[in-house]
Structure formats: structure tokens, C-alpha cells
């Protein structure tokens, strides 16, 4: 054997593509990238521009088909059916094995199920793939009314999706307040109001309990836990997203909810990493959660994961914390911590427009005055202030006082820092 | 009862549809029946249907939606899709194109008593200057109109954001009052004086003509108004353009004022995400847009240089002087991008020098080699004309314009304006105007690219956490428009530093 064993990392999504870039800039090992779902690296974000005809397919590869090469960073579609770490080969579908110098797992999630009757029908569908963009694209013109389930990131997106089409769709949403692991009721009542006035059928506090098929085996109406029966063609479960991992269940890898990793994202076995969704850290970071299935996170790891591979040992030591939506026409972006409800350890100061979908919280300590934290809906803020104060353990007065540095609205825009400002003094001065 | 006469969106956007189309069918009409050419309630029936339609189609398009990015199904629809209807409505103004620019008389032009399209303007063209009307009159006419009508259906688009509202007031403003009205309005004023441009707005070069022999020589005849028309034509040149290029990026220009860039946001607008984003259409226009720099300037210094000899009375300065005028203020530019750009000559840096290189080693040439009626072994006469066809009718109007539902609207802005590949060089080099990446947040979801006219991959850019500084971003804000997660702004600030290209985008903390 001449040639040298490549790095192989399973999944070409934001972390695996990623780490492909950052390690070839470094090192020429040979790297290959393998992916069961598409021939080149896409935004799993903006899948639902395509459907709702904003973008092409094309458009949502940030790369050209001869950056590959050029980089020479090998793709391969394929299936992985099991890794075998004692002679450091992995099994594809087909039957080939491959030799590997190191394996990256970044294999992203998978949409959750709970075992709801009728889950598996024709016409019950996530929205987490290509292949489930594609599903849906062939099915769009049978569907007149639809059904979504489960009121997170993706959920409200496919009702976006679907309703773009003239479809009519009822969103259930388990929870009596829209996304309230993250947002506060008050910012998840604006939410609701905004899904509604779009002319989503919006059902809080609505469990599905059935899917019901027509004699043809396709979803045709779904059971609610209100006793209500909704007539629909399309069921889309968008209850979260758990880690990929049910084919390396018979592996000696060491597994939770993820593939555990350490500080440097490396599993149990010599050298096996995962990084991105499917990772699940045996030691998180303080507020922060052992699997975070966020694209800046996937980002980062992968980029961490490069430096380790190409000689320089680093530690996965992310940054400030920091997230963005969009829920139908309002943004949404969040620096720092801050968490629904307020707490003794967190005071929250809210301000919202009066008949605007334009909204900031912050979260500072009641006592030291320390800022933690902002959720800002309708008005864009600098990711580089935010996290300068929050390295320089800003107090929340001197944010308060600095609040129109931040702002990134287009020009011209109407400022509200004023307005916010003038609250904030009117509440506590 | 009232609410039994409204009509409801479909309705409404068909009747717009239907009034439009039966304003411009009676356009067509004009060209096949002379008395209904000859009546003025023909004229105007068929404008304000044409306006009305419009203005309906539109104003039902957006009514009752929520404020907010409203490109649902463009890829799906036949027109901004290149499809089908794409491909009819590019091949029908193509055809008009090639009909206004070579075969007017199609159109019923005729220079002692017009016919037909040309004759149906007739009434307004002499409202406004007295005189009847020609086929460029009847171009203005109906290109200021439609810069009107689909900037009223623009602003209805973006009406959430006022950057988008405000820049578009501003086209539609500089277009009906410097473009059209105040230009027809000179010439009725001043009806003895021989033609020069009038559109102060539109400068050298993207007004070719401006030094040309006969224009000078109408300018310069032309009284105080020829006289104000020539020094604001240079003061424009020289000190406005400069300045504002350097305080606000080209956008001032490309995006606020300039004709072409009018039609482009407005009527063009549909068809803005047809721009190809290809590195390999990078590469080309790069060569193009400084060829069409070395072009322009040899021609017009060549066309100055042959006037100062052939008009000794009219110039207080000869040739020589010029030349060497003309070469120390080139050589003077170098050397600043030089002294400003030496520590990261880049390729953009790199190549205006080239060019700027070749236009002074044409300037020099250019008076060792010429003659009194020939430019370098080529009759001057031809020379012009050449630039005239190709700038001026094939590539601005035929591929410009024609093919906006086949190529993007900003064909020619991209690829062959040469106004825009002077602004274009100072942008790059030395100006304020950037569009900021916020931080980290880039999510690479393409909308940034595919919506810009000009063709830049923002996402590449942006996705690195790095700025977007490119000589050919005329700053028409889309891509931070149609950004979902709020990572681009245009803003102007200081020039150090505007494209540092970080380790990672910002949030690791490597």
C-alpha cells in the first residue's frame, strides 16, 4: 500500500464540509467526505426556499462542483452501514470497505417520532432532508390541506412552506406558549399572533393523537386530544430532531442520546470524533447543552476538529453564545444567555413596539448588574458589540446606554432605541 | 352594494393584466392605422391604460399581504424563471430594440413628416419641446413611464423597508425630472441652439458623445446653457463623482440616479436572480469591464486630441498640452493606488493598474501616430461610430435590456458600462462603502447571491465572516433585504480595513 489512508468523515453537512475546508488548508492528507443524501455540500437551513420557489436547487451549494477537486477533498454518495475501529475500516451499502487514518462522525440528526398511530402512512413526512424536500415537491399538488406537527424552528418553517403554496394548514403545537424552551410568553404571543395573522390555522396546547389513512393507505385527517378530527392530505411531524446514530447501535462507541465526545471531540475509540448534531458532549459548557443541533455549532466543531487533525491539539472552547430564526416576516437573533423566565439569578428588561412585531429582551444579574444576555425580534443587532461586552463583562446600564451601536438595520430604518431606552428609564431609573 | 363592486385580488389582478395589455395593443395598433396614429385621445387612452393596469396589477399582487420578502414561486413562474413567457417577453423587446436602434422606420420614423408609433407621441413631444416627436423621443417616453409605473409596483414590494422605498422615490425622480422633463423643456426654451445633451445627471462616459468633436462644438456654441451643460458635465467628471464615490460606494450613482440603473430595479427587477454567479462570469466580466475602460478612454482622449487639432480657435490649449495633461493626471493615479494599495496589492488593484497602464501607453501613442483625419491608422470617424454601435446600441439597449428575462437586468451594467467600471475601480480602491457581514451569523443560505443583480456570490463572502467589498455592487441593498437571519448592512465607514478576511467567522473561539 502506497497510498495513504484518508481522514473519512461521514456526512457532508456544515460541520463535515467544514472540517473538510479548514483541515485542507492546513495538510495535504487525502480526505474523503461521504454522504448517503446528496452528491455535494447544501444549506440544510434554506431547504425551504426551494420548495417555496425563492431559490434553485444550485443555489443552495455555496460551492461550485470544481471547488472539490480543485481542493482535492473526494466525495463519495454512499451508505454506511457500520465502522469496524479495530481495523480502522468502515462498510458501505454496497458491500466496499474502506480503510481510514481517522473517522468523523458528523451525521446530523434525524426528525423525532413518538410512536403516533398513523406515523409511518404515505403522505406523513419530516422536513430534515433532501429527499424530504423532494417528497414533498412530488406530493404539493394533491395537497390542499395540511397538518403540522410540533411547534419548533422546523415546524414553523413547513407551515411557511406549505402555506406559500395556498394550502391550507393547521399547526398543532403542544406547548400553551410558541417555542417556550427558548422564548418568553410574551415574545411567543407576538409569534402566535404574527402565524395567525398569516392565516395558519395556530392549535396551542394541541397534541396529536392519530393519523387516520384513506383506503388507499394516505394520511387523510388527523385525531387532536381536543376531539377534533382535521381533514388533511399531508402530515409534517416536526417534533425536534434526535442524533443519527441507529447504525452504529451494534459498535463499541459510547453513546447516549449522541456519540459522547470529550473536550476535543474525540470518542472512546483511537481515532474516532464526531462533531456537529450527532455529538453529545461528556462535559458541556456552563448554560450550555450537551447537544446543541445548531449550524453555527456544527460550524465551529468542525473547524476545532481541523486543528486537531492537522497537528495542533485544541479544545472545543465556542464563544459566546449566539442563534438567529426567521418566523415568517419577524427575525429573530439571540447573543449571550438568557432564558424564557426571569430568575433570581436573572432579571429580564422587555420592551416592545406597540403595534410593531419589533421586540428586545435583555437578562442581566440583579446584582452585579452584569449583562447576560438579548432575544431582539424585528430590529438586527451586531454580533461583534454583543460579544466585545459580553467578553468585557459589560453592566447592563452601560448596554442600555450604548444600545444604538448595536443596531443593523438597513439605512434609513426607524431607530427604536430611543424608545427602548426611554422604557428602560421610565421601568428603572 | 360598494362591497359587491369591489373586486377581489384574482379579479383585480386580471383586470390590471387585461387594461395594461389593451394599452399596449393600441401602441401596436398606432403602427398599422394612421388617423388612430394621428389622435391624441389615443395617445393618452393608450398610456394612462397602460399605467393603470399596472399600478392595479400590482397594487392587488401585494394587498392584504403582511409586509415582508415577497418571492414566493419566482423560480416557479415562467416569466422570472426563464420560461416560456420569459423567453417571448426577451425576444419581443429585442426585437423593439433592434427596431428603434437600426430599422426606425419600422416604428414610422421618418425625419421630414413621421408615421405611425412615432407620429401617435407627436402630440406630447411637442407639448414638451415644440417639436414633433422621434423614435428617441418616443423611447424616453415609454422607458421614463416605465420606470414609474414598476417603480410604484417596486415600492409596494419592499414597503417594509424604507431604504428600498426611498432609493427607488429617488430613481423615479432623477429619471421623469433630469432625464425626461427638463431636457424637453430646455429644448423648448432654447429651440435655436444646435442639440447637446441635456440630462446633466447622465455623464461621460456613460454619455459616450460628451467630447465628442460635435458635441463640444454645440456645447460651445450653444450660449450660457451649452456653456453650464459643458462645466457641469466636467464638474461631475472630476470633483461630484469622486467625492460621492468615496463617501457612498458607486450606489450613489448605479442604484440612486443613473438611467440605465432605474430600469434595471424597476422593470428589471423580476428578473434580477437570472445573473449568473459563475466564478467563469466573474472572470469574464473582469475582462470585459477593463477592456471596455481602456476602450473608452483611448477613444475619447483620442476624439479631445483630434478636436484641439481640427479646432485650434475653440481650445485655449493644444495637443501637446493635453497629452501631457492627460498623462500626468494618469500617471498621478497610480501612483496614489500604488501608495494606498502597496502592502495588499490584490488582483483588483493589480489589474486597474494594468489598465490604467494601457490607457496611458495609448495616450502616447495616440500622438506619435496620428494624422490629422486618422486615430492611430483608423479614420477617427469610424473609431466613434464603432463606439457608438457597440456601447450604445447593441450592448445597452439590444443585450441589455432586451435580455433582462433571459440574462438579469444588470447585463449591461455588469458587463459593458463604462461609467460603472470607473466608479467600480474607485469603489474598490478608495471608498467608504461596504456591506458589512454581522458577525458570525451567516447561515450560507444562498438568498444574498441569488438576488444579486450584479452576480456577486455575497455568501461566499459572507459565510467567511468577511466583508463584501466588490467593484461591481452598485448597492441596491437587495442581498441584505432578502438576508433571513439579518447579517448584511450597507453602510459607509472607515476605509482601513474594510475587507479583512478573519481566521473564522466570529463565535469560535480558536
Not at chain 1, 489512508?5 to 457532508?12: C, T
Not at chain 1, 395540511?146 to 422546523?154: H, K, R, S, T
Not at chain 2, 461591481?472 to 432578502?482: K, L, M, W
Request: hydrophobic share 45%; with cysteine; glycine share 8%.
Amino acid at each position: 500500500m502506497t497510498s495513504q489512508s484518508p481522514i473519512i468523515i461521514i456526512g457532508n453537512g456544515i460541520a463535515g464540509t467544514t472540517l473538510a475546508r479548514n483541515i485542507r488548508k492546513n495538510s495535504r492528507h487525502p480526505i474523503l467526505v461521504i454522504s448517503k443524501e446528496s452528491d455535494y455540500f447544501f444549506s440544510r437551513t434554506a431547504l425551504m426556499y426551494v420548495y417555496m420557489g425563492h431559490l434553485k436547487w444550485e443555489n443552495l451549494e455555496p460551492y461550485e462542483k470544481g471547488f472539490w477537486q480543485q481542493n482535492n477533498i473526494d466525495l463519495l454518495k454512499a451508505e454506511v452501514t457500520q465502522i469496524k475501529p479495530q481495523e480502522k475500516i468502515i462498510v458501505l451499502a454496497n458491500g466496499q470497505h474502506l480503510s481510514y487514518s481517522s473517522l468523523v462522525l458528523a451525521t446530523g440528526s434525524t426528525p423525532n417520532k413518538f410512536g403516533w398511530k398513523g406515523q409511518d402512512l404515505e403522505g406523513v413526512q419530516g422536513l430534515y432532508t433532501k429527499q424530504d424536500l423532494e417528497k414533498l415537491t412530488a406530493n404539493a399538488p394533491n395537497i390542499k390541506q395540511a397538518v403540522v406537527v410540533g411547534g419548533g424552528l422546523i415546524g414553523i418553517e413547513l407551515a411557511e412552506m406549505l402555506h406559500s403554496r395556498g394550502i391550507r394548514v393547521t399547526f398543532l403545537v403542544r406547548e400553551d406558549s410558541f417555542w417556550n424552551k427558548v422564548i418568553s410568553p410574551h415574545e411567543g404571543d407576538m409569534i402566535e399572533k404574527h402565524i395567525l395573522a398569516h392565516g395558519i390555522d395556530l392549535k396551542m396546547s394541541t397534541n396529536l393523537v392519530e393519523i387516520i389513512a384513506n383506503e388507499k393507505g394516505q394520511a387523510n385527517a388527523v385525531i387532536t386530544d381536543q376531539e377534533e378530527s382535521l381533514p388533511c392530505q399531508m402530515v409534517g411531524l416536526t417534533a425536534g430532531v434526535r442524533p443519527n446514530i441507529d447504525f452504529l447501535k451494534n459498535s463499541d462507541l459510547e453513546m447516549n442520546r449522541g456519540i459522547l465526545v470529550d473536550q476535543h471531540l474525540a470518542t472512546n475509540l483511537p481515532d474516532i470524533y464526531a462533531i456537529g448534531d450527532c455529538a453529545e458532549l461528556r462535559a458541556p459548557l456552563p448554560h450550555r447543552n450537551a447537544i446543541e443541533a445548531v449550524w453555527y455549532v456544527g460550524r465551529m466543531m468542525g473547524e476545532t476538529l481541523a486543528q486537531s487533525l492537522t497537528g495542533n491539539l485544541s479544545p472545543y472552547t465556542p464563544g459566546h453564545w449566539f442563534n438567529s430564526a426567521k418566523f415568517f416576516d419577524i427575525e429573530y437573533q439571540t447573543y449571550g444567555q438568557i432564558s424564557p423566565l426571569a430568575t433570581q439569578k436573572e432579571n429580564h428588561f422587555c420592551w416592545k413596539h406597540p403595534e410593531k412585531n419589533c421586540m428586545v429582551r435583555l437578562a442581566y444579574h440583579p446584582k452585579s448588574r452584569l449583562f447576560l444576555g438579548i432575544n431582539t425580534f424585528g430590529i438586527r443587532m451586531r454580533h461583534e458589540v454583543f460579544d466585545q461586552w459580553l467578553n468585557d463583562q459589560t453592566s447592563i446600564e452601560t448596554v442600555m446606554e450604548n444600545l444604538s451601536q448595536v443596531n443593523f438595520d438597513p439605512e434609513f430604518y426607524t431607530q427604536y432605541e430611543p424608545q427602548i431606552i426611554a422604557e428602560w428609564q421610565n421601568q428603572f431609573v | 352594494m360598494a362591497k359587491s363592486i369591489r373586486l377581489n385580488i384574482v379579479q383585480g389582478k386580471n383586470l390590471g393584466l387585461l387594461l395594461g395589455l389593451a394599452g399596449l395593443l393600441l401602441l401596436l395598433y398606432s403602427l398599422f392605422d394612421e388617423s388612430f396614429a394621428r389622435s391624441t385621445n389615443g395617445l393618452i387612452s393608450s398610456l394612462v391604460l397602460i399605467s393603470v393596469g399596472t399600478i392595479l396589477y400590482s397594487e392587488r399582487l401585494y394587498h392584504g399581504t403582511i409586509p415582508g420578502i415577497k418571492n414566493n414561486g419566482v423560480w416557479l413562474d415562467g416569466l422570472s424563471a426563464r420560461g416560456v413567457l420569459g423567453w417571448f417577453v426577451g425576444i419581443a423587446l429585442t426585437c423593439f430594440y433592434i427596431a428603434l436602434y437600426f430599422y426606425p422606420e419600422t416604428l414610422g420614423f421618418n425625419s421630414e413628416d413621421s408615421t405611425g408609433l412615432v407620429a401617435f407621441f407627436d402630440p406630447l413631444s411637442i407639448a414638451l419641446n415644440g417639436k414633433p416627436a422621434t423614435q428617441w423621443f418616443v423611447y424616453g417616453s415609454l422607458y421614463t413611464l416605465a420606470i414609474l409605473i414598476f417603480g410604484v409596483k417596486f415600492i409596494l414590494k419592499y414597503r417594509h423597508n424604507r431604504y428600498q422605498i426611498i432609493r427607488t422615490l429617488s430613481v423615479m425622480f432623477f429619471q421623469l425630472g433630469f432625464a425626461f422633463l427638463i431636457p424637453e423643456l430646455l429644448a423648448f426654451f432654447h429651440p435655436d441652439t444646435p442639440y447637446f445633451a441635456k440630462d446633466l445627471k447622465n455623464m461621460w462616459p456613460l454619455n459616450y458623445y460628451f467630447f465628442e468633436s460635435w458635441h463640444l462644438k454645440n456645447m460651445l456654441s450653444g450660449g450660457n446653457l451649452g456653456l453650464f451643460v459643458l462645466f457641469s458635465g466636467l464638474a461631475m467628471i472630476f470633483i461630484v463623482s469622486p467625492v460621492l464615490t468615496y463617501l457612498y460606494g458607486k450606489r450613489w450613482y448605479c442604484s440612486w440616479v443613473c438611467g440605465c440603473g432605474a430600469l434595471a430595479e424597476t422593470a428589471g427587477d423580476p428578473f434580477r436572480q437570472l445573473s449568473s454567479k459563475k466564478i467563469s462570469v466573474w472572470k469574464l466580466e473582469r475582462w470585459l469591464i477593463h477592456l471596455v475602460l481602456v476602450f473608452v478612454f483611448i477613444t475619447t482622449i483620442a476624439v479631445i486630441w483630434s478636436f484641439l487639432g481640427s479646432n485650434p480657435s475653440l481650445s485655449s490649449f493644444s495637443r501637446e498640452t493635453f497629452v501631457i495633461g492627460i498623462v500626468v493626471f494618469l500617471v498621478t493615479i497610480m501612483g496614489v493606488i500604488y501608495f494606498f494599495k502597496r502592502k495588499e496589492m490584490d488582483k483588483d488593484a493589480l489589474y486597474s493598474m494594468i489598465t490604467l497602464g494601457c490607457i496611458i501607453a495609448g495616450t502616447i501613442a495616440i500622438q506619435a501616430f496620428s494624422g490629422e483625419k486618422n486615430i492611430l491608422f483608423i479614420k477617427s470617424y469610424t473609431l466613434t461610430k464603432w463606439y457608438g454601435f457597440g456601447i450604445g446600441a447593441a450592448f445597452s439597449g439590444v443585450l441589455g435590456v432586451g435580455f433582462y428575462p433571459i440574462l438579469g437586468s444588470r447585463v449591461w451594467c455588469r458587463f459593458g458600462c463604462p461609467m460603472a467600471a470607473i466608479l467600480g475601480l474607485q469603489q474598490r480602491l478608495l471608498s467608504r462603502f461596504r456591506i458589512t457581514t454581522n458577525g458570525g451569523q451567516c447561515i450560507s443560505c444562498g438568498n444574498c447571491s441569488a438576488y444579486c443583480e450584479m452576480g456577486i456570490d455575497v455568501r461566499a463572502y459572507a459565510q467567511k465572516g468577511q466583508n463584501i467589498v466588490r467593484s461591481s455592487c452598485v448597492g441596491c441593498g437587495i442581498c441584505s433585504a432578502v438576508c433571513p437571519r439579518g447579517v448584511l448592512k450597507l453602510e459607509n465607514g472607515p476605509v482601513a480595513n474594510r475587507t479583512n478576511l478573519p481566521n473564522f467567522p466570529l463565535g469560535n473561539k480558536l
